[in-house]
């Protein structure tokens, strides 16, 4: 059993930046894939970026490549995502997870735990 907890949404204005980062417990935190996915209304959720268990290999979303950054500290049990240069299309409820498999453009079925989510809104 793995609990996900994300903190650090807020609104920022357009160009601004907001770190997300998702405690995770559990003692199998570093054996895990973890991904931040994103929902806006009316929109099917989407992945944005991933890491695999070590943080050797990574995926963004083509939008947000070059402005988003995914990291983790298996030592925190803990995955950020570091999200610059934001734009109002950006806005959404932002929602980390984990998957046991760590694979480009993995859907949200493969992912096993899911944290609450946290509300980012980008004005203009």
């Known amino acids: 059993q793995v609990e996900l907890v994300e903190s650090g949404g807020g609104s920022v204005q357009a160009g601004g930046s907001l770190r997300l980062s998702c405690a995770a417990s559990?003692?199998?935190?570093?054996?895990?894939?973890m991904g931040w996915f994103r929902q806006a209304p009316g929109k099917e959720r989407e992945l944005v970026a991933a890491?695999?268990?070590?943080?050797?290999?990574?995926y963004y979303k083509d939008s947000v490549k070059g402005r988003f950054t995914i990291s983790r500290d298996n030592a925190k049990n803990t995955v950020y995502l570091q999200m610059n240069s934001l734009k109002s299309e950006d806005t959404a409820v932002y929602y980390c997870?984990?998957?046991?498999?760590?694979?480009?453009?993995?859907?949200?079925?493969?992912?096993?735990?899911w944290g609450q989510g946290t509300q980012v809104t980008v004005s203009s």
């Open positions: 997870a984990s998957s046991r498999y760590f694979r480009p453009g993995l859907p949200p079925a493969e992912y096993d735990y």
């Open positions: 559990g003692r199998t935190f570093s054996a895990h894939a």
């Open positions: 890491i695999s268990w070590n943080g050797a290999g990574t």
